[in-house]
């Protein structure tokens, strides 16, 4: 088979153990070269401990894993050469400029002095970070700091980039830059596997996406295949006061069942429809019982609304602390 036609990584019933914890527990992927995979899941779902077998930090436990034709265990060294990895943490020096930074990176990675110089310039400039040229990173932003993270992936071209919740803890602005380069990077030729919590950043950037909870795939396919999968259309609704909330998801459950979603916004929930003609149904019912509704709309699911009608919770979920059972887990890691 020519290395053109095999997957850009294939794993068969992949685990990774952690005592009795299986935080990979038997994940089957199929990620297609010249495309964007994302990994969507809760903290603590599997999505990082994945990766890093994929990268050849980490040894699996059971199951088979292949990425660019290569085995993961008994070609770890060749994988690694191909391959770059972002983490969820900036690992430049910040006491560094950027520049001295990626100058010091190209020549670790084999660059003469000369041509890690160019390099540094080549991607500070295409990055948007060159008037921060000779700036200690400690002073960039936090947008800044992770557009230097993944171009420090870059220095040599991957061909296949592993970026682990890149855009955690941005404002939109810096996560919309991020994306940009992201969706760059793919058109000149790198694959990218993408973990992600965030719903809209899959839906926006992923070719396919595998939904994963407590270290399984529960759900793969492309963004508008998965929402068509749990049901043809969703009903919003806005209520004019938040206190009036826990009586309309009672009503609203009484006709639709566990098909009930209540949103961040304390005034709003939603309604997932097997048949869109349903959603006058239910803003009756909700009139009958003198609920006051300020706005209304009828949609396609989103990938929020996906995972909560797979999963039965929603992908942030907390318990009491504010923090997810699966992050106390994953802090345990």
């Known amino acids: 088979m020519h290395a053109e036609s095999t997957p850009a990584i294939e794993t068969a019933g992949l685990v990774k153990l952690y005592g009795t914890n299986r935080a990979v527990d038997g994940i089957d992927l199929t990620v297609r070269r010249g495309s964007i995979y994302g990994l969507l899941g809760p903290n603590g779902a599997g999505k990082t401990t994945t990766v890093r077998v994929l990268a050849t930090l980490l040894k699996p436990d059971g199951g088979s894993a292949r990425v660019l034709g290569l085995d993961v265990v008994a070609d770890a060294d060749a994988v690694r050469r191909r391959i770059s990895l972002t983490g969820q943490f900036a690992s430049v020096d910040e006491d560094l400029t950027g520049y001295e930074n990626l100058v010091l990176l190209g020549r670790l990675l084999g660059y003469r002095r000369r041509e890690a110089k160019a ?15 000779h700036r200690q990173v400690k002073a960039f932003s936090g947008g800044m700091r992770r557009r230097l993270d993944i171009a420090s992936s870059l220095v040599v ?7 682990d919740e890149p855009t955690t803890g941005l404002d939109p602005r810096s996560r919309n830059q991020v994306w940009d380069i992201i969706r760059m990077l793919v058109r000149n030729g790198t694959t990218v596997l993408l973990t992600t919590q965030y719903l809209e950043e899959a839906d926006q950037l992923a070719d396919r ?17 998965l929402k068509a999968s749990v049901g043809t259309g969703v009903l919003h609704v806005r209520l004019a ?46 009139a009958a019982a003198g609920l006051a509704i300020s706005e209304f709309s009828l949609g396609q699911p989103s990938l929020d609304e996906v995972f ?26």
């Not at 929603?314 to 890691?333: H, L, Y």
């Open 308 to 333: 909560f009608a797979l999963t039965g919770h929603p992908a942030e979920a907390t318990n009491g602390s504010g923090a997810t059972d699966s992050m106390r887990k994953e802090a345990a890691e």
């Open 119 to 133: 390099r540094a310039d080549e991607l500070l400039a295409a990055f948007g970070l060159s008037e921060a040229t």
């Open 157 to 163: 071209t991957p061909e296949l980039l592993f970026l």
């Open 241 to 286: 006061e938040a206190s009036d909330r826990p009586r309309a998801a009672t009503v609203l459950r009484g006709r639709f069942a566990e098909a009930v979603h209540t949103d961040n916004d304390p005034r709003a929930l939603s309604v997932q429809l097997s048949d869109p003609a349903l959603a006058a149904a239910g803003l009756a019912d909700l």
């Open 209 to 225: 996406i595998a939904v994963i909870d407590h270290g399984r795939v529960i759900a793969e396919g492309p963004s508008a295949e």
